[in-house]
Nanobody
Framework: QVQLVESGGGLVQAGESLRLSCVASGRTVSSTIMGWFRQAPGKEREFVAALRWSSTTTYYADSVKGRFTISRDNAKNTVYLQMNSLKPEDTALYYC?????????????????WGQGTQVTVSS
């Protein structure tokens, strides 16, 4: 079992940056895929980025490629999502998710563990 707690959301203007954090706990963290998803009002939850905890492999949605960076700090059991050049369309509730396998997935149904979400609002 993996427990996830997100933080770092807030209100920013377009073009600014935010860094989200997700602290993971549980004995299987090192063999887990960690991902970020987001859900805007009235829309379905969508994939943003993912990484394999035990390597440098990362994967991004096309909509955030080049602007967002997912990374991890093994010592702190924390996954980050650095979001630069934010746009109003990035406004959403951002979720951290964990998948207890070694293959990266962009599908929500493939993730077993979820945090409570942190709100990101980008004003124009």
């Amino acid at each position: 079992q993996v427990q996830l707690v997100e933080s770092g959301g807030g209100l920013v203007q377009a073009g600014e940056s935010l860094r989200l954090s997700c602290v993971a706990s549980g004995r299987t963290v090192s063999s887990t895929i960690m991902g970020w998803f987001r859900q805007a009002p009235g829309k379905e939850r969508e994939f943003v980025a993912a990484l394999r905890w035990s390597s440098t492999t990362t994967y991004y949605a096309d909509s955030v490629k080049g602007r967002f960076t997912i990374s991890r700090d093994n010592a702190k059991n924390t996954v980050y999502l650095q979001m630069n050049s934010l746009k109003p369309e990035d406004t959403a509730l951002y979720y951290c998710a964990g998948r207890p396998y070694l293959t990266i997935s962009k599908y929500e149904s493939d993730y077993a563990y979820w945090g409570q979400g942190t709100q990101v609002t980008v004003s124009s």
